[in-house]
């Protein structure tokens, strides 16, 4: 059983394939964190622990000596008002206003696999659940703090439910997913920032004593930051060395922090952004936080993203879709923008035929009045000026043209010049008289009310149920501001964050249920929510606005830390680029866009024959390796962040196939011997690679390299693998 308990130490060990975690009970029925790291055998560990008298450390109630202080503790899920002055995972308000809290532990349970959480996406399937019920004695509150194994990917699964036992309301006002102590500092933390069309940039900086993290505030992840961190020893490598790694199974406002204290040990937490959060907790109600997913491993990066990875692509969401090659969509934003009607979308449809294309998505602009930005969102009822015969004729042309049909959606928005907004304007976030922000010249629905989320129900039913719509591209293009809900009483005002998205993710949770058939695609101004929580419902995310190949490298590969790459998707858009105005070769294009759900976002009428026989290639390429893109192991061979170029591989689990690619950012005058030294083969087998039509060892290929050949700006090589014996 991967979950111990030694009752002679009152000991914990938590042990998956390669990692152990143990923590144990301490005077008082404190929780002591011992360990976290590499697995090792049941010894007792509580050896560890030095009690030493510490000025201005207080001693806690009944402490033997002067030496017990919880601000010294290692500690599992700490609190606020019992001496540990470092950050606590709970904190709470009793009705006369105390703040008072003292967690000891309870009881245990050891379970089979993993209740789900109610509300919440989760990962499913766990080898075992071990759930610690911590009790506060003098108010009655009890936390179930919660570990969920998943043995073989290295991952365990934390999440925490309050439960008020008080006999009276209380507030939580702070309630985080995990908190771990690590006794040490010599570390450094890794996060990935970014704005709209450029997100997720590699971030890697030594803690310092003090408070350090990432959070959003934005009520979405957010293009700025996403949510995942690692601490990672300073000499770590994508190939060597440690990583204790966390990320959250939400899409809202988080906080991720490292915190170093002077004794020079580190608070790991993440959880829901205790900022503008509050949520009132009636007697016998729980709270349930989000699902933090955690990994440590000492083989580099790169393994701590395989293990994320495989966490994701087996654990996570209840999708049929997951799993199986994505269609190659063509998606027209980038080819009409808004300015399309029949006849043009005809056009666009008809060209399309047998470029090996399986999926058409008709973007932005089809309802309401909808010509620009400024008005419709909230009205999804078809654009009869541009589509007199609704979407049936889109739909039909599709058909005939041997491709399915997708369409784009922006639920969770209201545009102040649309009917839905003139219905019932206090059905957006803001409040009535005070002058409210606008972003993209929108207003964001409350979702915090019941009623929106009834009437996004329908509507949406309404044409998924009457239409054959096969895609759905879900869009959210402005955060949160004006934090106000019509809908809620003012002690509940702080909760309007957190229940959005929990009416969210019921709506997604409806969808997924009632069109089972149907793939949603995320994206927010790009890949401004590209998360865990929306990956649960949706397979797949737009990566970002930025189409250009070139930028794609670090944004894709930044996403890669924490997320598959088949959740990213990835198009050829044209050249020159929108965003760039960069001119990158059709090969490199795709290339990078065939590292994860591939498709098009150009003007198929603007191709010559050269370019439709190019993409009747790409696409016949795609459907050989999307496999390996689904089901491989992915590996990050050189950095965009470092060097001139930028590398990666997919290899199938059983190591018959491969694929990799290296781009070349700017060209160099005196062209070095550069090498490109593969992954994850065999190294006893001997591998064809098509593009050299040549034959080679594994080993030769790990170890020794391939010779890269001279390449100027922005071209790239591709190599593509296949085990002989
Ligand atoms: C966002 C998306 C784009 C496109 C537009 C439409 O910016 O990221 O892909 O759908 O909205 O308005």
């Not at 923008?337 to 043009?344: G, H, I, L, Q, V």
């Not at 998924?464 to 809900?485: C, E, F, P, Q």
Request: charged share 25%; proline share 6%.
């Amino acid at each position: 059983m991967p979950i111990t308990y030694v009752p002679e130490t009152r000991t914990f060990f938590l042990d998956t394939e390669n990692t152990s975690l143990v923590f144990g009970l301490y005077d008082h029925d404190y929780i002591h964190s011992q360990y976290w790291g590499r697995r090792i055998h049941h010894a007792d560990l509580s050896r560890l622990l030095r009690v030493c008298a510490s000025g201005f450390s207080p001693n806690y109630p009944g402490a033997p000596d002067r030496e017990h202080s919880l601000d010294l503790l290692p500690t599992e899920y700490p609190v606020y008002g019992g001496g540990d002055y470092r950050s606590p995972a709970l904190q709470v308000e009793f009705p006369d206003g105390s703040r008072l809290l003292d967690l000891k532990y309870k009881s245990h349970a050891i379970l089979d696999g993993k209740p789900a959480l109610p509300g919440l996406p989760h990962l499913d399937g766990a080898d075992c659940t071990l759930e610690l019920t911590l009790c506060d004695e003098y108010s009655g509150l009890e936390a179930v703090v919660c570990y969920s194994l998943f043995e073989k990917q290295d991952v365990i699964a934390r999440s925490a439910r309050i439960l008020n036992k008080t006999g009276a309301p209380l507030t939580v006002t702070r309630a985080l997913s995990a908190s771990v102590d690590l006794p040490r500092a010599d570390l450094e933390m890794i996060g990935l920032y970014g704005t709209h069309i450029r997100e997720r940039q590699l971030d890697r900086t030594p803690l310092r004593h003090g408070i350090q993290s990432v959070e959003s505030r934005r009520g979405a992840s957010s293009h700025q930051h996403n949510p995942f961190a690692a601490l990672a020893a300073k000499d770590t490598t994508e190939q060597a060395g440690e990583v204790y790694a966390a990320t959250l199974i939400y899409s809202g406002n988080f906080v991720i922090s490292a915190e170093v204290d002077c004794f020079n040990s580190t608070r790991f937490q993440l959880g829901i952004n205790p900022f503008d959060f509050s949520w009132r907790l009636e007697p016998d109600e729980a709270f349930v936080t989000p699902e933090a997913v955690l990994t440590y491993t000492d083989r580099g990066l790169n393994r701590m993203s395989q293990n994320f990875h495989n966490v994701f692509k087996h654990h996570l969401g209840h999708t049929e879709i997951r799993n199986k090659p994505r269609p190659i969509v063509i998606n027209n934003w980038e080819a009409t923008y808004f300015d399309f009607d029949e006849e043009k979308l005809f056009g666009i449809i008809d060209c399309c035929k047998g470029l090996g294309i399986d999926t058409f998505v008709l973007d932005d602009g089809w309802f309401g009045q909808r010509n620009n930005d400024c008005c419709s969102l909230g009205d999804w009822v078809v654009n009869t000026g541009k589509l007199p015969r609704g979407l049936d004729s889109i739909i039909e042309r599709c058909e005939q043209n041997g491709l399915s049909f997708g369409l784009w959606f922006e639920p969770e928005m209201v545009s102040e010049d649309s009917d839905l907004y003139r219905a019932h304007p206090d059905w957006a976030i803001h409040k009535e008289g005070r002058p409210f922000c606008t972003g993209r010249s929108q207003l964001v629905l409350d979702l915090a009310n019941p009623a929106v989320l009834e009437y996004l129900k329908k509507a949406l039913s309404a044409i998924l149920g009457s239409h054959r719509i096969s895609y759905v591209k879900w869009d959210m293009n402005r955060h949160i501001t004006d934090a106000y809900s019509a809908a809620l009483p003012a002690c509940r005002q702080p909760e309007i964050y957190h229940r959005y998205m929990l009416n969210l993710y019921a709506l997604l949770d409806f969808l997924n249920r009632e069109f089972p058939h149907v793939t949603i695609e995320g994206c927010s101004g790009g890949g401004g929510r590209f998360d865990a929580g929306m990956l649960y419902y949706m397979p797949q995310t737009w990566t970002s606005d930025d189409s250009d190949a070139i930028e794609r490298l670090k944004i894709q590969y930044g996403t890669s830390l924490v997320y598959p790459p088949q959740c990213m998707t990835a198009h050829i858009s044209a050249s020159p680029n929108h965003q760039m105005n960069r001119v990158t070769p059709y090969v490199t294009r795709a290339r990078v866009a065939m590292s994860a759900s591939f498709g098009y976002e150009l003007n198929p009428l603007h191709l010559t024959d050269e370019e439709r026989a190019e993409i009747r290639n790409q696409t016949a390429l795609y459907k050989r390796i999307a496999p390996l893109v689904v089901e491989g192991d992915f590996y990050r061979l050189i950095s965009p962040f470092e060097a001139d170029g930028c590398a990666w591989m997919f290899v199938s689990p059983d190591r018959r196939r491969a694929f990799a690619i290296y781009v070349q950012k700017l060209s160099k005058p005196a062209w070095p011997q550069d090498r490109l030294r593969l992954q994850g083969l065999d190294p006893d087998a001997r591998y064809r690679i098509e593009e050299l039509d040549g034959v080679f060892y594994g080993d030769e290929l790990m170890y020794a390299g391939l010779a890269l050949p001279r390449l100027f700006d922005f071209e790239s090589v591709s190599y593509t693998l296949e085990r002989l014996d």
